[in-house]
């Protein structure tokens, strides 16, 4: 169906930056919304950026100004530049994205989600 691949998590240090990529493949037809999440072990799901086919971005409170969100629909890609990363900003990054797909018995939307790419920002 659709699968979902993070890349260019790593160590960085205080006031570093990072930037991710998650790319869609699949029997795509297209994407309306990809979104960037973060869980740190033993807390909720958080949501980081969101986007939209038609340019409309959202952001959490604790990485506005600092994160930026981006995409390549042509490419089904989505990034996530990280600035002035800060040491809470450690964890596992996930990429999810609402498809509409061929299935093989005709359209279907559904919601997938990539297999997380660890961030972790010490000295």
């Known amino acids: 169906q659709v699968q979902l691949v993070e890349s260019g998590g790593g160590l960085v240090q205080p006031g570093g930056s990072l930037r991710l990529s998650c790319v869609a493949s699949?029997?795509?037809?297209?994407?309306?919304?990809m979104n960037w999440y973060r869980q740190a072990p033993g807390k909720e799901r958080e949501l980081v950026a969101h986007s939209t086919s038609g340019g409309y971005t959202n952001y959490g409170q604790s990485v506005k100004g600092r994160f930026t969100i981006s995409r390549d629909n042509a490419k089904n890609e989505v990034y996530l530049q990280m600035n002035s990363l800060k040491p809470e900003d450690t964890t596992v990054y996930y990429c999810?994205?609402?498809?509409?797909?061929?299935?093989?018995?005709?359209?279907?939307?559904?919601?997938?989600w990539g297999q997380g790419t660890q961030v972790t920002v010490e000295s």
């Open positions: 699949g029997s795509i037809f297209n994407i309306n919304v």
């Open positions: 999810d994205a609402t498809v509409k797909y061929y299935s093989g018995r005709g359209y279907d939307t559904g919601d997938f």
